[in-house]
């Protein structure tokens, strides 16, 4: 595990609801707290994860429950479950996600158009509810970002970027965020994306259980502040100066999150 944060700090992207943390998520959770974690906000990719993460909010105080439809979940009806759950539970969700657009596991092109639409539609939900978007962009970096910006999105986070960092300023410019997982010490691509990003638009996350910093070994929220300390070594900056901005950046997405200090 990392060290403790230094400052308190917002897992923005983890799969609590994941099987993987069935057995032990109170145990992970206490882990998570000693090592400086403030809050997860507990992403979902289906109905019944959106129904889950609401379960496990209601039961662990520090977890913040999301709602979304993973990209390749291409059914209308989901989606349409998706946004009344939303619209009914809008004063306690963080935020609508993971939703975006993945062109690595979707190759037909009628699909991806309708991958499209259903990501069009949850922006629009998101500008009318005043939430934030946790964005899936697997392969298609580029056309997620030109979409979000088209379609007017405000709040915005991109979650693990696989892109280049050229493809990425677009998106800075627009005053969306990344976040970065603690793979990105093993990642090439995740060393170069935070290099050439400003410090401005970097959040974290762990993708729990996946994107740690071994690949075969479950993730989870503790191993924050590893990403921390690889924006800090990357950048050449005080680890201390890379969390409070890091905070800062939660809270200008997030809003101040009840609870956490931010």
């Not at 889950?52 to 989901?78: C, F, K, W």
């Not at 657009?101 to 979707?106: E, I, N, Q």
């Not at 088209?150 to 965020?177: C, M, N, W």
Request: proline share 6%.
């Amino acid at each position: 595990m990392a060290h403790t944060l230094t400052v308190p700090l917002v897992d923005t992207h983890a799969h609590l609801c994941s099987p993987d943390f069935a057995r032990d998520l109170s145990a992970v959770l206490s882990r998570a707290r000693a090592a400086g974690v403030a809050a997860v906000i507990a992403v979902g990719e289906t109905p019944a994860d959106a129904d889950h993460n609401l379960e496990l909010s209601r039961l662990h105080p520090m977890i913040r429950p999301a709602a979304g439809l993973y990209p390749t979940v291409l059914e209308s009806d989901q989606a349409e479950a998706l946004h009344r759950f939303i619209r009914r539970n809008r004063p306690v969700i963080a935020a609508i996600g993971e939703v975006g657009l993945d062109f690595w596991a979707v190759k037909e092109e009628k699909d991806r158009e309708l991958q499209k639409e259903i990501f069009k539609g949850f922006i629009q939900l998101a500008r009318e509810m005043d939430l934030p978007l946790n964005v899936h962009s697997r392969s298609a970096g580029r056309k997620t970002i030109d979409l979000l910006i088209k379609s007017g999105a405000i709040r915005v986070q991109l979650h693990a970027f696989d892109g280049r960092g050229s493809t990425a300023l677009p998106a800075v410019e627009a005053g969306y965020f990344f976040s970065i997982p603690p793979s990105v010490v093993r990642s090439r691509q995740k060393q170069k994306l935070v290099k050439q990003l400003p410090l401005s638009c970097l959040l974290v996350e762990t993708d729990s259980p996946v994107l740690g910093p071994e690949p075969a070994v479950r993730n989870e929220p503790a191993n924050l502040a590893l990403s921390v300390q690889a924006i800090a070594e990357i950048k050449s900056l005080p680890i201390q100066a890379v969390a409070e901005a890091v905070a800062a950046n939660t809270t200008r997405l997030y809003g101040a999150l009840s609870g956490i200090g931010l």
